[in-house]
T-cell receptor, first 116, second 117 residues
Framework: AQKITQTQPGMFVQEKEAVTLDCTYD???????LFWYKQPSSGEMIFLIY??????QNATEGRYSLNFQKARKSANLVISASQLGDSAMYFC?????????????FGSGTQLTVLP | DAGVTQSPTHLIKTRGQHVTLRCSPI?????VSWYQQVLGQGPQFIFQ???????GRGNFPDRFSARQFPNYSSELNVNALLLGDSALYLC????????????????FGSGTQLSVL
């Protein structure tokens, strides 16, 4: 089983600045994956970035990067050059286990507001 | 290509009623999962279906059931609705094969907002 913790209910950032959203995870699995999703007010969960437990390099996708520190069990999302359209709810999620259904376990989310 | 589509987008029901939510996965995806997202929380896993078979179930009562059709579309049914069932119900599809221990990303629909009065 996995547990995902996001300790920042809300964050503010100035447009064009960088922001880090925190995520820690707790799992006994050796092989697991960590995901970040963005949820705008429309409700759809939009995939942003993925990090596998065996990946040695931190994942990057455009303005998104993942600061993966395995020893600390943290997988923080870094958004560079924030834009007004980045204002949304952000969820960290983990997938692991050996069963046939390896579902995503989500954290409680961080509401990001980008200020003009 | 069309993404994951869900219907209806909004639904209002009263306690004790029954509801059916529908989901069409991305073309080629055989795995469909359902999640419940209560206001202010992250989504919670309800079911996963793969090739018409249930492959996983979250901690939800038997009032919740689902099925998957030969075209891989899926229905989520909830009987005897309670006020606490009010939530956004998200459907997700992926190309992951259960048991393969891969980490395919899930593609989500926009959800069905269910309000139980």
């Amino acid at each position: 089983a996995q547990k995902i913790t996001q300790t920042q209910p809300g964050m503010f950032v100035q447009e064009k600045e960088a922001v880090t959203l925190d995520c820690t995870y707790d799992t006994s699995d050796q092989s697991y994956g960590l995901f970040w999703y963005k949820q705008p007010s429309s409700g759809e969960m939009i995939f942003l970035i993925y990090q596998g437990s065996y990946d040695e390099q931190n994942a990057t996708e455009g303005r998104y990067s993942l600061n993966f520190q395995k020893a600390r069990k943290s997988a923080n999302l870094v958004i560079s050059a924030s834009q007004l359209g980045d204002s949304a709810m952000y969820f960290c999620a983990g997938k692991g286990g050996s069963g046939s259904a390896r579902q995503l376990t989500f954290g409680s989310g961080t509401q990001l507001t980008v200020l003009p | 290509d069309a993404g994951v589509t869900q219907s209806p987008t909004h639904l209002i029901k009263t306690r004790g009623q029954h509801v059916t939510l529908r989901c069409s996965p991305i073309s080629g995806h055989k795995s469909v999962s359902w999640y419940q997202q209560v206001l202010g929380q992250g989504p919670q896993f309800i079911f996963q279906y793969y090739e018409k078979e249930e492959r996983g179930r979250g901690n939800f009562p038997d009032r919740f059931s689902a099925r998957q059709f030969p075209n891989y579309s899926s229905e989520l049914n909830v009987n005897a609705l309670l006020l606490g069932d009010s939530a956004l119900y998200l459907c997700a599809s992926s190309s992951e094969v259960p048991g393969a221990r891969t980490n395919e990303k899930l593609f989500f629909g926009s959800g069905t907002q269910l309000s139980v009065l």
